[in-house]
């Protein structure tokens, strides 16, 4: 099966697509998460995997943005543990190296490792991208953050695993289909969803209390801007229970009284951490 994602060969949203569709899996690459969507619209790729946050630089704000504007159905999430790595070219020693390219979060994340060395770092678009430059580029003294499977991918040596300052890092993906497939018979234990409340006194709190109505456990709740509409905010909420539960539709329906827009992202079971 065809599955898109945003990146290049290597990327950790590529080894999210295999290690939650183990061998049935076709991943291909694309420069930016828009095209991702576009590829499961068209019907290119039957499913879409993308990070939707980290337990450390929390959302990935753009990824949500989309979620919200376009006709997708979430059916499974998966975790996985990001380990970073400083790849260099074989026979460059650690030594050697005297800048590193990557995406700034993963920079960041690396910031005591790359502190500790004097090692300037140089932000770039995205870490397997970054893995891809080097390896192209034959400079003296550059090196890149990507996983370890840039590595194997790009022909370049681990110089040190597991840079990140904190060692519990992990990402959360979202795998979607396209709106009109959402396969019958999914497996639902958790259930995504997106809500604007009315401006008037209290309304967030009508809102949330329609859930502890019925007994629902928010396991979620973000707030995002709206960007076609200055200072509208919307709030994305994970919930556990699926929508075939009666509860759970009980409490989707009547916070439509008080929300002026709901959107269900999707119904899926819960991945193990």
Same mark, same amino acid.
């Given at each position: 099966?065809? %599955?898109?994602?945003? *990146?290049?060969?290597?990327?950790? +949203? @590529?080894?999210?697509?295999?290690?939650?569709?183990?061998?049935?899996?076709?991943?291909?690459?694309?420069? /930016?998460? @828009?095209? =991702?969507?576009?590829?499961?619209?068209?019907? %290119?790729?039957?499913?879409?995997?993308?990070?939707?946050?980290?337990?450390?630089?929390?959302? =990935?704000? !753009?990824?949500?943005?989309?979620?919200?504007?376009?006709? =997708?159905?979430?059916?499974? @999430?998966? /975790?996985?543990?990001? #380990?970073?790595?400083?790849?260099?070219?074989?026979?460059?020693? $650690?030594?050697? !190296?005297?800048?590193?390219?990557?995406?700034?979060?993963?920079?960041?994340?690396? #910031?005591?490792?790359?502190?500790?060395?004097?090692?300037?770092?140089?932000?770039?678009?995205?870490?397997?991208?970054?893995?891809? $430059?080097? &390896?192209?580029?034959?400079?003296? *003294?550059?090196?890149?953050?990507?996983?370890?499977?840039?590595?194997?991918?790009?022909?370049?040596? %681990?110089?040190?695993?597991?840079?990140?300052?904190?060692?519990?890092?992990?990402? #959360?993906?979202?795998?979607?289909?396209?709106?009109?497939?959402?396969?019958?018979?999914?497996?639902?234990?958790?259930?995504?969803?997106?809500? *604007?409340?009315?401006?008037?006194?209290? +309304?967030?709190?009508?809102?949330?209390?329609?859930?502890?109505?019925?007994?629902?456990?928010?396991?979620?709740?973000?707030?995002?801007? !709206?960007?076609?509409?200055?200072?509208?905010?919307?709030?994305?909420?994970?919930? %556990? *229970?699926?929508?075939?539960?009666?509860? =759970?539709?009980?409490?989707? &329906?009547?916070?439509?009284?008080?929300?002026?827009?709901?959107?269900?992202?999707?119904?899926?079971?819960?991945?193990?951490?």
């Amino acid at each position: 099966m065809k %599955v898109a994602f945003q *990146g290049v060969k290597g990327a950790y +949203s @590529e080894e999210a697509a295999r290690k939650h569709f183990k061998d049935g899996c076709e991943p291909s690459g694309y420069a /930016y998460s @828009e095209q =991702v969507f576009e590829t499961v619209a068209s019907g %290119v790729s039957e499913y879409g995997i993308l990070p939707v946050e980290n337990s450390i630089a929390g959302a =990935v704000a !753009v990824n949500l943005d989309l979620l919200l504007k376009e006709d =997708v159905f979430v059916v499974a @999430e998966c /975790y996985l543990p990001i #380990r970073h790595c400083l790849l260099a070219h074989k026979g460059v020693s $650690l030594e050697e !190296v005297k800048q590193v390219f990557s995406h700034p979060v993963a920079l960041a994340q690396c #910031r005591d490792f790359l502190t500790r060395r004097l090692i300037k770092a140089v932000p770039e678009y995205d870490t397997a991208g970054s893995a891809k $430059l080097i &390896a192209e580029r034959h400079i003296p *003294g550059e090196a890149a953050i990507a996983s370890k499977g840039c590595a194997e991918a790009y022909g370049l040596n %681990v110089l040190e695993e597991n840079i990140q300052t904190v060692k519990d890092n992990i990402t #959360r993906f979202f795998i979607f289909v396209r709106g009109s497939k959402a396969p019958k018979g999914q497996t639902m234990q958790k259930t995504s969803l997106v809500f *604007g409340a009315r401006h008037k006194p209290g +309304s967030l709190l009508d809102c949330l209390k329609r859930f502890a109505d019925h007994g629902i456990n928010l396991t979620r709740l973000e707030s995002r801007p !709206v960007p076609e509409n200055p200072f509208e905010y919307v709030f994305f909420v994970d919930l %556990v *229970g699926g929508l075939e539960d009666k509860g =759970v539709q009980a409490a989707i &329906a009547e916070l439509a009284e008080d929300a002026h827009r709901v959107k269900v992202l999707g119904s899926y079971p819960v991945a193990p951490r």
